[in-house]
């Protein structure tokens, strides 16, 4: 897996109860797109998380955006975010 993919898990994991993780990059779905650059990925994160599913929705994911403000700043286009016991 990419390596940057990696460091999302790890720092994700290292602030975030987190039971399992997937991350699947959707960057070539949006290949044709006015805004596309390949420098920045369009990701869909896929957690497991029971501390995550027993907040809102909207807490949840402001947090997941706080731990990776860097990345989104520099390496993400677009995150979805997909949250389940």
Same mark, same amino acid.
């Given at each position: 897996?990419?390596?940057?993919?990696?460091?999302?898990?790890?720092?994700?994991?290292?602030?975030?109860?987190?039971e399992h993780i997937?991350?699947?990059?959707?960057?070539? +779905?949006?290949? +044709?797109?006015? $805004?596309?650059?390949?420098?920045?990925?369009?990701?869909?994160? %896929?957690i497991k998380s029971?501390?995550?599913? $027993?907040?809102?929705?909207?807490?949840?994911? %402001?947090?997941?955006?706080?731990?990776?403000?860097?990345?989104?700043?520099? %390496?993400?286009?677009?995150?979805?975010? $997909?949250?389940?016991?």
């Amino acid at each position: 897996m990419n390596i940057f993919f990696d460091n999302i898990i790890e720092k994700l994991k290292k602030e975030i109860e987190i039971e399992h993780i997937e991350i699947v990059d959707n960057s070539l +779905k949006h290949k +044709k797109h006015k $805004s596309f650059s390949p420098d920045k990925f369009h990701l869909h994160l %896929k957690i497991k998380s029971l501390y995550l599913s $027993s907040i809102s929705r909207v807490k949840a994911q %402001k947090e997941i955006m706080k731990v990776l403000k860097e990345e989104l700043s520099n %390496k993400i286009h677009a995150l979805e975010i $997909s949250i389940e016991q």
